[in-house]
């Protein structure tokens, strides 16, 4: 799997949109992007993933370039709860090796009152 | 609730002991995956089986280690002669795999072990 660059850490003020980036210049074609946060002393929660075209849903939207080789999570709306370690995971869809995620140190974003 | 969950949720054990958790899946999953976190890292994989089959294990998973899912339901993980470097947070997940490929993966809340 591509491997994945991300800040160590970020800040934003609640309420606020929070923009995580993600570097994956190496991904190939059959390669999605996936993205997971961690809340403290929890496990890992699915946020959203893609391949080429933008998506969202009713947690956040993810936005990749179009040589896809980066990404951007957007919170449209952060809040004191979406505190979290913020993973950006790339892997194949299907095949291969999909049935790993293969987890960076992820990016601390810290929402403030 | 019918996510994943995981027992016991902390472990304190002294070294050279024994330990199992257990993990339940969430019912109509068919591929469970252990996970191992240790303090400031993120989740390592370790092991996954589809229905009763382990089919991948990773090299972090040595001999004194052993994961079962006997029924394709719920699964152990067994450490033993636990080592101090054990420590760590266990981290259990599931997802259903089918002809589309593979779905998300949802974790359980982990099992925190302390090896004195």
């Known amino acids: 799997d591509a491997k994945t660059t991300q800040p160590t850490s970020m800040d934003c003020a609640e309420g606020r949109a929070a923009n995580l980036p993600c570097n994956h210049s190496?991904?190939?074609?059959?390669?999605?992007v996936y993205w997971y946060r961690q809340i403290h002393s929890q496990g890992p929660q699915y946020i959203i993933h893609g391949l080429k075209n933008n998506e969202t849903n009713e947690m956040a939207s993810l936005i990749i370039t179009e040589d896809r080789k980066s990404s951007t999570l957007i919170l449209p709306h952060a809040t004191l709860r979406d505190t979290a370690v913020y993973y950006c995971?790339?892997?194949?869809?299907?095949?291969?090796?999909?049935?790993?995620?293969?987890f960076g140190k992820g990016t601390l974003l810290t929402v403030n009152p | 609730d019918t996510g994943v969950s995981q027992n016991p949720r902390h472990k304190i054990t002294k070294r050279g002991q024994n330990v199992t958790f257990r993990c339940d899946p969430i019912s109509e999953h068919n591929r469970l995956y252990w996970y191992r976190q240790t303090l400031g890292q993120g989740p390592e994989f370790l092991t996954y089986f589809q229905n009763e089959a382990q089919l991948e294990k990773s090299r972090l998973l040595s001999d004194r280690f052993s994961a079962e899912r006997p029924k394709g339901s719920f699964s152990t993980l067994e450490i033993q002669r636990t080592e101090q470097g054990d420590s760590a947070m266990y981290l259990c997940a599931s997802s259903w795999y089918g002809l589309a490929g593979s779905n998300e993966q949802f974790f359980g809340p982990g099992t925190r072990l302390t090896v004195l």
């Open positions: 190496t991904i190939s074609g059959n390669e999605y």
């Open positions: 995971i790339v892997r194949v869809g299907s095949g291969g090796s999909n049935y790993k995620l293969t």
